[in-house]
């Protein structure tokens, strides 16, 4: 998990300027995540509790905006929730988690 925080945050810094991108950033197991964007400010990244959930909820809140403008606001949906891919060989386990 350290690994991908890192490598979000470090990919992300190239979007220091953009008020709002989406892309999909790809595991080790090739399941595609979704990550997200918007703001300015220090870098914040928001990751959504729970299987089943994701980052739009929080997303779509009326303080979102607020927020973007003091901090870079990272979304990102873990796999198989919200707008990430599923598991081919559907491993949610908390070790594989951290790997990604």
């Known amino acids: ?36 964007v918007a703001g300015s400010g220090q870098p914040c990244l928001f990751v959504h ?17 607020v927020i973007e403008q003091k901090l870079q606001m990272i979304y990102f949906d873990q796999r198989g929730s919200g707008r990430s891919d599923s598991a081919a060989n559907r491993n949610y386990s908390l070790p594989r988690m951290l790997q990604d």
């Open 49 to 65: 509790g729970g299987p089943g959930s994701n980052a739009y909820y929080y997303e779509a809140m009326a303080g979102a905006p």
């Open 1 to 36: 998990m350290k690994f991908l925080l890192l490598t979000l945050l470090l990919f992300c810094t190239k979007f220091l300027l953009a008020t709002d991108s989406t892309f999909y950033f790809t595991t080790s197991d090739s399941v595609r995540l979704y990550v997200r």
